[in-house]
């Protein structure tokens, strides 16, 4: 069974930093590009942060651009999201994604060009 798992979330102070885990298990991810989507209180899902296949190259929403880092490690199939300043609209619930294709070489926003989904992890920013 193709899972995975996200990890990491929590309360903090508006300032303060966290850092989210996704873990993969049931296949190899590690010629998908990898990304973080979230989806805040009534909001639509918003694509985050997205990471190459091969890890030298990332792509972040404007939100996020110098405040998070997207990184993985494919030796341990696991994809990480350090995320730092962390602001209360940074609240919402955090997924984990694969590209549903191998070997893209282009990043995607949409949520339909991935096709595998985590449950997601709750990060809560207090003001």
């Known amino acids: 069974q193709v899972q995975l798992v996200e990890s990491g979330g929590g309360l903090v102070q508006a300032g303060g930093s966290l850092r989210l885990s996704c873990a993969a298990s049931?296949?190899?991810?590690?010629?998908?590009?990898m990304s973080w989507f979230r989806q805040g209180p009534g909001k639509e899902r918003e694509f985050v942060a997205a990471i190459s296949w091969r890890g030298g190259r990332t792509y972040y929403v404007d939100s996020v651009k110098g405040r998070f880092t997207i990184s993985r490690d494919n030796a341990k199939s696991a994809v990480y999201l350090q995320m730092n300043s962390l602001e209360p609209e940074d609240t919402a619930v955090y997924y984990c994604?694969?590209?549903?294709?191998?070997?893209?070489?282009?990043?995607?926003?949409?949520?339909?060009?991935?096709?595998?989904w985590g449950q997601g992890t709750q990060v809560l920013v207090s003001s």
């Open positions: 049931g296949r190899s991810f590690s010629t998908n590009v």
């Open positions: 994604a694969a590209d549903a294709f191998s070997f893209r070489e282009g990043f995607s926003e949409r949520s339909r060009d991935y096709g595998y």
